[in-house]
């Protein structure tokens, strides 16, 4: 594989059938980006970056998301945010050998780099999933990117940065400030799209397939209902990443 064409979707809170989410058909949404997605045609990885489902979804919300992604035949990977079980997460998309310690935690290993998947669906990052990530990137001349819901920095949306922001976030940035080799941090649960410099770092917050929300109120209240989705070319040399709102 010369790149990998990856497809970042987050925070789409999807709730029971027939259900609205403020008003909001988030299923249509989903299925709609999925679209999206296999129109362009270059595509050889989604990544669901959280908040699949609305205040820990049941199995019935994760099954219908599972067979919305295996129809599309293009290869996914998924981690939960702060709405979502780990643990039923890992039992739908059959991932309980990546459970540790109650986490999620797993990497794709390419020919050109690797790729981690991070739990923070506890509010934090468990710090012996970041050890490793300290111990692979120090031990390789490689290129690596990391996915995980919460970003490790504040993204100026009051909300969030008051109320629900990483909780371990000063210990997350102290490690990462010594790691040299991660070429992008792609990250959800802001319902905005941002782009933030960490040390050396570019920290790559996605949008919402819900809907985006005002970044100076205090409560959940909605700016947008346009949708959006992150493609990201990477060949572990160079990366380029866009949004493209529907």
């Given at each position: 594989m010369s790149s990998l064409h990856i497809a970042h979707i987050t925070d789409l809170h999807i709730l029971e059938e027939n259900q609205l989410n403020l008003g909001i058909d988030v299923r249509e949404?989903?299925?709609k980006i999925l679209k999206y997605i296999k129109a362009d045609g270059t595509i050889n990885k989604i990544v669901l970056g959280g908040d699949l489902g609305h205040d820990d979804p049941s199995e019935e919300v994760l099954l219908w998301i599972k067979s919305q992604l295996d129809q599309t035949k293009i290869d996914y990977r998924i981690i939960p945010g702060n709405h979502d079980s780990s643990q039923k997460l890992a039992k739908v998309f059959n991932l309980e050998t990546e459970m540790e310690e109650g986490r999620l935690f797993f990497w794709d290993e390419?020919?050109?780099?690797?790729?981690?998947?991070l739990d923070t669906s506890n509010g934090d990052l468990p710090m012996h999933q970041l050890a490793w990530v300290e111990e692979e990137c120090g031990q390789s001349y490689q290129k690596f990117l990391l996915f995980m819901h919460h970003p490790p920095v504040l993204g100026n949306v009051h909300l969030m940065d008051e109320n629900h922001a990483l909780e371990n976030m000063n210990q997350v940035?102290?490690?990462?400030r010594n790691i040299n080799n991660i070429q992008g941090i792609f990250c959800g649960h802001y319902h905005n799209e941002r782009t933030i410099r960490l040390y050396n770092h570019m920290v790559m917050i996605t949008p919402s397939t819900f809907a985006q929300i005002d970044d100076q109120s205090e409560i959940f209240n909605i700016s947008s209902k346009t949708i959006g989705w992150r493609k990201i070319i990477w060949d572990g040399s160079s990366l380029s990443t866009y949004v493209k709102y529907l």
């Open positions: 949404n989903f299925i390419l020919d050109f780099g690797k790729i981690f998947y940035q102290k490690i990462l």
